[in-house]
T-cell receptor, first 115, second 114 residues
Framework: EAGVTQFPSHSVIEKGQTVTLRCDPI?????LYWYRRVMGKEIKFLLH????????ESGMPNNRFLAERTGGTYSTLKVQPAELEDSGVYFC?????????????FGSGTQLSVL | AQSVAQPEDQVNVAEGNPLTVKCTYS??????LFWYVQYPNRGLQFLLK??????LVKGSYGFEAEFNKSQTSFHLKKPSALVSDSALYFC????????????FGSGTRLSIRP
């Protein structure tokens, strides 16, 4: 069974540019989560999809971030325009259900560097 | 509000010695508690979780964690460390509610010296 895959693994862009991160969850997993870890701090929740619907987007920093999950399969996270403080590691995770004690399956993350 | 604290950025242990990685949490109501591990260039992997019942939880790779409700702690332990245990460890908490988010700590880097 393929795991959660994220692309690209690294992205270096200049301030003001646009970057799109992609996440392919495990097949059959309806729940998809985006997280971010900035400069050695805690891993922070960004948003949660159930299929194609946004269940919770309370962690999205501002309107420069746009997440989509058309068709309920893969998801994209676009940052436009990117700012220096957006640098960090963006993780995607998926689960089949949304039971509170269910473990998350994580991708290996996208390291975003905004210069 | 939920929160998780991992007071140590780094823990250094000699191979063969016992190790402890500390975690304290704050949550209203009963918690679900988790430990995840991140090896270099890999995603986070689930190690173990506490749901209810026995306060000592056993997980992957010989790790265990002890839930202490009075101290609101969930420390990760292993009786005998291996060099291959060197990684980044994250503690996480979630409330007993499907509407709640899982909240992670800032991580502790565990370094095991031969």
């Amino acid at each position: 069974e393929a795991g959660v895959t994220q692309f690209p693994s690294h992205s270096v862009i200049e301030k003001g540019q646009t970057v799109t991160l992609r996440c392919d969850p495990i097949s059959g997993h309806d729940n998809l989560y985006w997280y971010r870890r900035v400069m050695g701090k805690e891993i922070k929740f960004l948003l949660h999809f159930v299929k194609e619907s946004k269940q919770d987007e309370s962690g999205m920093p501002n309107n420069r971030f746009l997440a989509e999950r058309t068709g309920g399969t893969y998801s994209t996270l676009k940052v436009q325009p990117a700012e220096l403080e957006d640098s960090g590691v963006y993780f995607c995770a998926s689960t089949k259900g949304d039971v509170p004690n269910e473990k998350l399956f994580f991708g290996s993350g996208t390291q975003l560097s905004v210069l | 509000a939920q929160s998780v604290a991992q007071p140590e950025d780094q823990v250094n242990v000699a191979e063969g010695n016992p190790l402890t990685v500390k975690c304290t949490y704050s949550v209203s109501g009963n918690p679900y508690l988790f430990w995840y591990v991140q090896y270099p260039n890999r995603g986070l992997q689930f190690l173990l979780k506490y749901i209810t019942g026995d306060n000592l939880v056993k997980g992957s790779y010989g790790f265990e964690a002890e839930f202490n409700k009075s101290q609101t702690s969930f420390h990760l332990k292993k009786p005998s460390a291996l060099v291959s245990d060197s990684a980044l460890y994250f503690c996480a908490v979630r409330r007993y509610s499907s509407a709640s988010k899982i909240i992670f700590g800032s991580g502790t880097r565990l370094s095991i010296r031969p």
